[in-house]
């Protein structure tokens, strides 16, 4: 069972490493090991539900013939586009070498951090309310009947979509019996991923590492590997396509322009219902009319729309929801603007204050100080900024139809903390990029 | 003018050091006794507040060569107090994995994650002396600022990770089911008695969802356990749907003892003519069979768990 397992896990891993190279060619290990979970899981249980979707059932014989359809897939590409079976790997050590005290503390916690993840959703079973509820619910059906019909006709189905449950259904069809560990695992990867993009801004490793630390105790975050809830792995893909999308427009490079845009699609793929990819799909079109690539936007939304859309419209046949996404997203919008009267504003704005700025207060703090010094030292790198107030707008907007139109939304602060849990960590990348900034100012000042 | 100013504030530094760190383990020591948040409500100072103050002084101290006091201070908390709150911390986090949670603080009225406030505290004073001397000291202790100012989260999520290792060290044999029943208490226990007293794909009634049945009355948590029975909720006084539809209706006194919509405890308050009942004991998971049974309610709160088989009209 367990060989079973860790070869179907793997697979999944192989695949999304080799892809990877295809979007990024000289990226190092490290980075491809994490985009390469994010990138395999995300693609692999999406095409599985189109699969499945067109009469094929979820069972290991299924899931085995795609991931290794997948990988030669990969290979085969790899090499048509870069002449080489496999991609281009540096495994560099320079991070493992001459440590300082503060350095092997900082990377001490982190990895007590990572292994105490690992060790806690390999011993709790699935036992938190939404994943037993819904997540897990649909995947040990999904498992038995290798359909989905039995689940829908349970009900509560179409209100997320179905990456977690899916990456459930793969490890019950493997074998294994608790599948809280992928949570670890996604928890872990991204840690390694902000490691390595910090690094990319050529600040100094204390620094890289004190940041990460920031990330890995940023409230939510660490808790989340246990609750097996679709929030985790949400704020994963909605975080890592901002940052490349921020490297693909800083760097004019199409590759990670286009991930960016893949990681998105997959984060509607995580949770259906916040908007959060409208902000980089905007930007990701404004920006490039500045620097001039006219057909870089098409692709964007062409990558972008093959991932949200399918859902949307399975979800339409047999939920009557919409595929309209630019409808929805002009109907909503207009309701919001309907709604700023002050009788609903006050409350809300209270509400907000209550469950996010107090609960994360450092980090808008921070934020305010990024600002200020951004403004002091004439900033052009705006990018990140501009995300990440587009999203507290959007989850304040979010949050008036939700206390507007649910009553009992009072009652549960919680999803709104859970549903802005990648703020700060967006914040984290943001105090990276200005003090890099920062660090050029001060040299070129003098 | 500015170089005048920075040394008022190095020599300012020299002495307000020992102060700060004596009030921030004060305040610490007293705010994990009470509660934390104890001396913020009734001083507005913040213990927290203080403890990054310090270690901000201690940074900037070290930085430019610290004095006798400054060093006798580094020396106290490095030798003395890190050792006796570490075992201190760990031993109540111990505690508490082999008891139950929250037994330090019923029986010593002491809080572990309080405690531990002290213990990452006197670790970051430790580790800012023993860099003392040390190449790029000031570039740095900069970048040292950093988690200091992020020291609350990064407390809570390293206690939260130790107290959890330690309770699974304590715990390594658990089963699926103890795992289960730690995490949800007598409901989970129950649905395992239901589970085993009706075949599958049978229908059984549950009481109307809210307190004090928020679990068992709760259908889409019920099915998680229950699968593939059919669950319908019946209402508090009566059955609320055609009983020939419905092979069993459970005995649930309720997970807890708080009302919503006007409910109380014990379900069903009506009575219900049975082929037989099986009550069943949350203390030992003793079960008692009554043939012939017909269910009859009586207004007294005495709790009662179990399954009535309903007798179907022919």
């Known amino acids: 069972m367990i060989i079973l397992l860790t070869i179907g896990m793997l697979l999944i891993w192989t695949f999304g490493f080799i892809l990877s190279g295809l979007f990024i060619r000289k990226s190092n290990f490290w980075e491809k090991t994490s985009l390469g979970f994010f990138l395999g899981i995300g693609i692999f249980t999406f095409l599985w539900f189109i699969l499945n979707w067109l009469g094929v059932p979820y069972n290991l014989f299924s899931g085995l013939s795609l991931v290794l359809g997948l990988n030669f897939f990969a290979v085969l590409v790899t090499r048509m586009k870069h002449g080489k079976w496999l991609p281009w790997v ?15 503390i900082g990377m001490g916690i982190l990895m007590f951090l990572g292994v105490s993840a690992l060790i806690q959703s390999v011993y709790w079973p ?24 039995a689940a829908i006709s349970q009900g509560y189905f179409f209100g997320y979509p179905l990456l977690t449950s899916l990456a459930h259904t793969w490890v019950y069809v493997l074998g294994g019996s608790n599948p809280s560990f992928i949570y670890s695992i996604f928890y872990i990867a991204f840690l390694i991923s902000f490691f390595v993009n910090v690094e990319k801004m050529k600040l100094p490793r204390q620094a890289v590492i004190a940041l990460t630390l920031l990330v890995a105790v940023s409230p939510r975050f660490f808790e989340h590997t246990q609750w097996a809830y679709a929030n985790l792995p949400y704020s994963i893909y909605i975080i890592s396509g901002s940052i490349y999308l921020y490297w693909g427009l800083k760097n004019r490079d199409f590759g990670q322009y286009t991930l960016s845009a893949v990681l998105i699609g997959l984060s509607t793929w995580a949770r259906g219902a916040e908007p959060f990819w409208l902000s980089c799909v905007i930007t990701a079109i404004v920006f490039c009319l500045f620097i001039k690539k006219w057909l870089w936007p098409l692709v964007y939304v062409g990558l972008f729309a093959s991932i949200i859309i399918p859902w949307r419209y399975f979800q339409s046949i047999y939920d009557g929801g919409t595929i309209n996404v630019v409808g929805q997203v002009v109907s909503t919008t207009s309701s ?29 703090i921070t934020l305010g100080v990024v600002i200020i010094t951004k403004i002091f030292i004439k900033s052009r790198e705006w990018l990140i900024t501009l995300l990440i107030v587009f999203d507290i707008g959007m989850a304040f907007a979010g949050t008036l139809i939700f206390v ?21 960590v967006m914040i984290c990348f943001l105090l990276a990029e200005s003090i890099a900034e920062f660090s050029k100012y001060l040299k070129n000042e003098k | 003018m500015k170089r005048h100013i920075f040394q008022k504030i190095t020599q300012i530094n020299k002495f307000g050091f020992p102060v700060l760190v004596a009030a921030a383990y004060l305040s610490l020591l007293v705010d994990s ?13 913040d213990p927290r507040y203080l403890l990054v103050l310090s270690l901000v002084s201690a940074i900037f101290l070290v930085t430019k060569r610290a004095n006798a006091l400054g060093l006798l201070v580094f020396k106290i908390n490095a030798f003395l107090i890190l050792p006796i709150a570490t075992v201190g911390y760990l031993t109540m986090r111990l505690l508490e994995a082999f008891h139950f949670n929250n037994y330090v603080f019923s029986t010593y009225h002491v809080q572990p994650v309080g405690f531990f406030y002290i213990v ?9 002396y023993k860099l003392i001397g040390s190449p790029n000291l000031n570039k740095t202790m900069l970048l040292l600022l950093i988690p200091v100012f992020f020291i609350d989260n990064l407390t809570k999520v390293l206690d939260s990770a130790i107290s959890s290792n330690l309770y699974v060290m304590a715990h390594i044999n658990y089963s699926y089911a103890d795992k ?26 549950v009481p109307p969802q809210g307190y004090p049945w928020f679990l068992t009355g709760n259908i889409g948590v019920d099915r998680y356990f229950l699968y593939p029975r059919k669950l319908v909720n019946g209402d508090e006084r009566q059955p609320g749907t055609n009983l020939n539809n ?9 997970e807890t003892n708080i009302s919503q919509h006007g409910f109380t405890n014990i379900w069903p308050k009506f009575d219900v003519d049975g082929e037989y009942l099986i009550y069943w004991n949350p203390l030992d998971g003793s079960t008692e069979r009554v043939d012939n049974g017909k269910y009859i309610y009586k207004a007294e709160n005495k709790e009662q768990w179990g399954i009535i088989r309903v007798k179907h009209d022919i």
């Open chain 1, 336 to 364: 919001v603007v309907q709604n700023l009267q002050f009788s609903v504003l006050k409350p809300t704005f209270d509400f907000f204050v209550a469950n996010v700025f107090i609960l994360y207060l450092i980090y808008f």
């Open chain 1, 404 to 424: 507007k139109y649910i009553a009992y939304a009072q009652d549960i602060p919680d999803s709104l903390a859970r549903m802005v849990m990648f703020i700060p």
């Open chain 2, 33 to 45: 006794y009470k509660y934390i948040g104890f001396l913020s409500k009734h001083t507005l100072v």
């Open chain 1, 126 to 149: 699935i036992r938190f309310w939404d994943s037993l509820v819904l997540y897990d619910f649909r995947a040990r059906l999904f498992a038995q009947t290798g359909f989905m019909q």
């Open chain 2, 246 to 254: 419905v092979d069993y209706i459970l005995i649930d006194y309720g």
């Open chain 2, 120 to 128: 990452v505290f006197s670790f970051a004073l430790a580790a800012t």
């Open chain 1, 90 to 104: 540096e495994l560099t050590t320079e991070h493992l070498q001459k440590f300082s005290l503060p350095e092997k």
């Open chain 2, 180 to 205: 289960m029943s730690a995490s949800w208490g007598i409901y989970y226990d129950y649905t395992q008695f239901i589970k085993a007293n009706t075949p599958e794909g049978s229908s059984i009634l």
